[in-house]
């Protein structure tokens, strides 16, 4: 397990010609293993910033961001993609997959990176594929799904490797309600067998009705954080 | 999980991308092609000249290796001659590695018709000893050829004929020095004509029997030179040794001290060849890289993907680089396939004496055959795939130094 994740005083800015932008500004924060977390906040509030910096896609300008034991603001960039890969799924918010595999091929990608024999792995895919709804569409190439299928296949790569931590960018965006719902549905599910961490970044009622706890961002900042379960 | 573990997958990813963008595909396969095709014709076609240009001098009166007196490459006259000696050249004909073998007088005279004269080579020659070795040995195109090593007859080559405006059965002065520096001439009749790959071997080769040419040098039971063939161009210093010890008295020349325009001839074509080579494959590898570039940006969010999921920056140059390999790969078999191909369209020659007249007085035929070498295909293609695949980590390189997120978001706007 990776443990707590932990963000000490995370500030990220960027310089837009002459004009800074705090896309995250001094942000500490603490999240427990299992949680079912979502960062919510208007366009540009550091959500998606928070959740890159997190999952060591983005590096903070200053602070810390401990997963566990490890500090990721000390991982060479080769070390933080072997720590993505052992420890982290994603699901982007779109255009998620490989468009030259399979959806089969998809899922099994990061299993494949991780050295996971092939009767196995196979195995898993076609599994995971199937608890996600697309049994008998293994085969499809991405551009022969439709984008609720797409983000499944993206969620069912995320989860195959039974990923201690799930990062998830807007995953809902690009969805209609019936296909997000299923998707929050399948997600919480996962959450409740495995124990996994998941954080979203949203804007989706949908997903923020369902978090267990829910972090507001406004230019960068935290400005509030309340857990569902404890109220 | 090491970058080579990957391979398979890498390879997958590599061979689907190539087959994504058929079109570009296509045409980087097309250049690749035609630009190893054509190089492997056009080092055929050099090759086969050399090989031609060597082939003529070997067989025209060089040889392999010459015995000569240690004097007379510098000074070809009839003073640095050297006595025949039976015994020895029995031994030398004994050897496994003597094709044949011709004794020989080489000396410079003059040919004099009723109308006109010409300085020549004279050669006395045992017509025998010549018979399917040198140019003394070949058919006439009129009249008869030398029959034996007592013939008085002259044979000529059909320009030298037209030059000294006279005709097959007609008599000729011949005029050189003899042993002691006199002026010794002589009339013969010409009894032969030949025709010549060369037409400078035409006007300045002509041909008598050995005891008719040592009469006219008053040097009986003597000779300049033996002319020995073996197998191959590549002499054993051994086989140098042994003849050495049959005339330890003379110089051993092979046919690369004898005919060094050749050699150097040979040489720059070698290095000709390789800079063409080169420019080829520069400008092969500069189209690939173009198109990797192209490629690579096109899937830019797709490459900042794999990374994000935990792809290392080693596997996504990896992936890139096999792209490359694959094509090029590919491409050079196509262009084997190709150059091989236009080799055997033109393997009855190519006759070029339209535009090239003056390639024949230069010592080059006007027929060119193509000889194909294995070496030069093995070097053309090793050279593009090293050359290519190190021109393909730049762009490689490139992608995979990209943060992940640049590469996300390039690719969605």
Redo the contacts between chains.
Sequence with gaps: MIGQIELQDVTRTYTQGEETIHALHHATLTLEPGEFTTFYGPSGSGKSTAL?II?G??LPSSGKVLVGDASLTEMT??ER??????H?G?V?Q???L????SAIENVE??M????ITGDERKERAASVLKQVGLSGMELRRPGELSGGQQQRVAVA?AIASNPELVLADEPTANLDSTTSEALIELMLELNETYKSTFIFSTHDPLVMKSAHRLIELKDGQIISDSNKEVA | ?GVL??L??LS??AF??IL?NRKRSFLTLLAVSVGIGSSILLAALARGMGEQITRDAIYGMTGHIQVRHASFTDDPSIEHRFVSDEESFESLMQHPLVEHAAQRIRVPAVIMSERESRGITLFGISPQSEKDFSLAGINPNRGRALQDSSDNGLFIGEKLLEKLKTKLGRRVVLTTQDKDNNISDRGFRIVGVFDAELDSTELSYVFTSLQSAQTLTHTPREISEISILTPSLDIPNSFITFTQKLYPNQRITTWKDIEPLIVTLVTIQNGFLLFWFLIVIIAIGLGLMNSLFMSIYERA??LG???????????IVLQTVLESFYLLLIGSLLGIALGVWGVHLLANGIDISAFAEGASIAGISTMIYPALFVADIAMLTVMLLVLGVLGSFYPAWHSSHE???TL?HR??T
């Design positions: 890159n999952g896609l983005d960039r080769s993609a072997d720590f993505r890969l052992h982290i994603f982007f779109a255009y998620n490989i468009p030259v595999l990608f990061i494949q990176l991780q050295g790569r | 999980m573990a990957a398979p997958l997958r990813l689907r991308n994504r969010r797709e993907l794999m990374q994000a999921l935990g792809m290392k920056p080693g596997a943060h992940s997120l996300i690719g969605m």
